[in-house]
């Protein structure tokens, strides 16, 4: 979920989704409305359905700021929230934000080294390459001492980072051949680690538009595609 829809529909149309047995509902990062607010609505309107973010950027928000969004938002889902995590990329967090992107990979290790240090001990003080904080302190007591987080990631280098010390992967725009490629990397990363990669969960974002009219449908995927497709040529220089 994230563009079209009033923050109220978005609610209404997770809980039908649980209703109709979905199994998750994710709330994508953008302008589709503020995605832990809205998903905290969701928590208290459904009681089965999986609650995730795909994904939250680690540079437009404080690693402690999401921290407290994930504590709140699992307690209130009752620990059936997912965090997902990830870079964004540099048109959304320097032209829209005015924020500087730098350093992603680093940045994401040291979110996710934040996040579960604050949730696992309530405090945390923590000097990196990215984030410096002196000290800061929850002043609540979390339902649960950490949570599931997934890591958006398409290069070779977050995908291993994402195997090193992630719970899943969220990938857009995934194919056959692309997943089988992302494990590769994933497998490495989980071995870096000494982890298994056997609980490990893969999943994708991909666009889907239903009309008896494939113009019509074609019509209204093409804004999405040639967002993606630009932002790969301007920003990672990936030929088309």
């Not at 692309?178 to 989980?190: F, I, N, P, W, Y």
Request: net charge neutral; with cysteine.
């Amino acid at each position: 979920m994230g563009s079209g829809l009033s923050p109220t529909d978005v609610v209404e149309t997770i809980r039908l989704s649980e209703e109709a047995g979905y199994e998750s509902a994710w709330m994508v990062e953008g302008h589709g409305g503020e995605q832990f607010s809205i998903l905290t609505a969701c928590a208290l309107a459904t009681r089965r359905i999986r609650l995730g973010t795909a994904i939250s950027s680690v540079f437009v928000r404080t690693a402690p700021t999401i921290a407290m969004a994930a504590a709140c938002l699992d307690q209130f889902s009752g620990g059936r929230f997912v965090l997902g995590l990830g870079s964004s990329h540099k048109v959304q967090v320097e032209a829209e934000h005015g924020i500087h992107y730098s350093d992603p990979v680093t940045r994401v290790r040291e979110t996710v080294e934040v996040i579960r240090m604050l949730l696992r001990d309530g405090s945390v003080s923590y000097r990196g390459k990215t984030i410096t904080i002196e000290k800061f302190d929850l002043w609540f007591k979390p339902a649960h001492d950490s949570v599931p987080i997934y890591l958006s990631a398409l290069f070779p280098q977050m995908l291993g980072l994402c195997g090193e010390i992630a719970n899943g992967l969220l990938m857009v725009f995934s194919t056959p051949d692309s997943v089988r490629k992302a494990r590769e990397h994933l497998v490495v990363g989980a071995a870096r680690a000494g982890r298994s990669f056997d609980e490990f969960e893969m999943g994708s974002l991909i666009p889907v538009a239903i009309d008896t009219d494939p113009k019509a449908a074609y019509n209204r995927m093409r804004p999405v595609l040639a967002f993606y497709l630009g932002f790969y040529q301007r920003y990672r220089r990936v030929p088309l």
